[in-house]
């Protein structure tokens, strides 16, 4: 794993949810000794916090800004388009039931099986981009391959497996695609990360047409969860990506 992956995940800990809403709350009880009312008013609003971007619903003060900024691809506007690029979100390392190989996970998955309609549905070629900043042995561009080849029987033409970070993304895979004279892309990701992405993958010269995969709500949504932390620190990342 590269020095300045780890430095960056290291940060993002320190930034992101629940750490940023732990360390505030350990600030108020700190402060609670010189002055308990602001103590004590700065360790329950961390709580308070805690509990609602821990559902899907909460997340939803941050998630919707996002997601309304990434409207899902209306018929007809990738009608130019010469390319479909698919970004990785993630993977299952050595996973047992496929052998002991890195599966994608859950959201990679999403945008892979929205990925492939959009194949089937225009017949333009596949690029898959993500590398191994964790440190892998193999790229999560191939694991995509496998998995468009294997579960969703959708050939992959190219692989970009040199990239860190969503900025690395689109610079190599631009420089791959450049090279086709392809020029004009199908971009897909999920809406959340959408319009960083579409940024940019639009500052490297290229015409990007959104395809973003969407989540939606249940009742059970306005419950604390695991998911609904996920989603949050999720976006509040990108958040914080943006204005960077």
Request: hydrophobic fraction near 50%; aromatic fraction near 6%; include cysteine.
């Amino acid at each position: 794993m590269h020095a300045t992956v780890i430095a960056t995940k290291l940060l993002s800990t320190l930034l992101l949810l629940p750490t940023n809403l732990i360390l505030l709350c350990i600030a108020g009880l700190l402060l609670r000794r010189t002055h308990p009312r602001v103590g004590m008013a700065v360790s329950l609003a961390s709580l308070l916090l805690l509990a609602v971007f821990s559902s899907k619903a909460g997340a939803l003060l941050l998630v919707t800004p996002l997601e309304q900024r990434a409207p899902p691809m209306a018929a007809g506007a990738a009608d130019g388009a010469q390319a479909i690029v698919i970004l990785g979100g993630g993977r299952l390392g050595n996973a047992p039931e496929y052998d002991g190989d890195d599966t994608p996970n859950y959201w990679t998955l999403a945008r892979l099986r929205y990925g492939a309609k959009i194949q089937r549905q225009t017949g333009l070629p596949i690029l898959v981009s993500g590398g191994k900043p964790d440190g892998s042995t193999v790229t999560e561009a191939a694991v995509m391959a496998n998995s468009l080849r294997d579960d969703f029987a959708t050939p992959v033409r190219w692989l970009e497996g040199a990239s860190d970070d969503t900025r690395q993304n689109a610079k190599f895979s631009a420089e791959m695609l450049r090279l086709a004279n392809v020029k004009e892309i199908i971009l897909v990701t999920d809406a959340v990360h959408m319009q960083r992405a579409r940024l940019l993958f639009a500052q490297t010269g290229l015409r990007v047409v959104a395809a973003p995969t969407v989540e939606r709500l249940t009742l059970l949504s306005f419950l604390p969860s695991g998911e609904g932390m996920r989603r949050s620190g999720y976006a509040l990342h990108e958040w914080l990506g943006l204005l960077w």
